[in-house]
């Protein structure tokens, strides 16, 4: 079976950056050579699907605690598939993951390629949120302040983008979000990965109630999907209904 052309394209078109990101995580499962020989013979499948169909499987996927809205494609290692919504640029970040994912194994079984620990200076730099020195490619790189020139061009080039999120996933950030999309994107079937953008509260609702499920989970809290009006206010108890009637009657009653 002919393996997905954007895929093949992507492959082929990145082998250098592959391998260096592959140098740099020797925990990795697989080589280069082991995803360009699946990705042209089919064994990785590539699915793309619209809309409900996609809202659907995404709230199959991950039991209703994502919905399809804030996210655009995951890989499935049972099967080896690369699962996209389409109309989104997630294929590059997907591919990697057919080498690891983004947590320790000890935190999810499943889990395949990551560092079983984040060693103590490693926690340390992401406790100060990178400014510890660090040479591994995959390190922590702050955000520095300022509105000035220099400061805006190592904020959009060098800096660490959604390290929040990565930090609240207990992502090592070797692995983090912002790790599977560091090198070019060269496919002229796919635009630059677009990062993860968590959803506002409203948006998040408003899936929950697209996709049918009683509760979501928003910013570590869940939150039920019922209109207000769809609510049934709570039965009074007797000292709720006594201290109304002693606030009517005042205190000389």
Do not use: C
């Not at 699946?38 to 169909?53: F, H, L, M, P, Q």
């Not at 997630?90 to 395949?112: C, R, T």
């Not at 912002?178 to 509260?201: A, C, L, Q």
Request: charged share 35%.
């Amino acid at each position: 079976m002919p393996g997905d052309k954007a895929l093949i394209d992507f492959v082929q078109s990145n082998e250098k950056d592959i391998k260096k990101w592959l140098r740099w995580r020797p925990t990795a499962e697989g080589t280069y050579e082991d995803l360009l020989r699946d990705a042209e013979t089919g064994v990785i499948s590539v699915n793309r699907y619209k809309g409900k169909e996609w809202d659907a499987l995404v709230n199959k996927t991950y039991e209703g605690k994502k919905s399809g809205s804030g996210i655009g494609g995951f890989y499935d290692p049972s099967n080896k598939s690369i699962n996209l919504q389409e109309g989104t640029d997630s294929l590059p970040h997907e591919v990697l993951h057919y080498f690891a994912s983004h947590q320790a194994k000890d935190q999810d079984d499943g889990n395949y390629g990551t560092p079983d620990k984040i060693n103590p200076y490693i926690k340390a730099d992401m406790k100060l949120k990178g400014w510890l020195p660090s040479l591994h490619p995959g390190g922590r790189r702050p955000t520095m302040p300022g509105k000035f020139a220099p400061g805006k061009w190592w904020n959009k080039k060098m800096a660490t983008k959604n390290v929040k999120y990565s930090n609240k996933e207990k992502y090592h950030p070797w692995f983090d979000e912002h790790s599977f999309d560091v090198f070019d994107k060269k496919s002229g079937n796919e635009k630059e990965s677009t990062p993860y953008k968590e959803p506002s509260f409203g948006e998040a609702f408003k899936e929950a109630r697209k996709s049918k499920v009683d509760a979501f989970e928003w910013k570590g809290k869940t939150y039920h999907t019922k209109y207000k009006e769809e609510v049934k206010p709570k039965a009074e108890s007797f000292l709720d209904r006594w201290k109304k009637s002693w606030a009517f009657r005042g205190s000389n009653y």
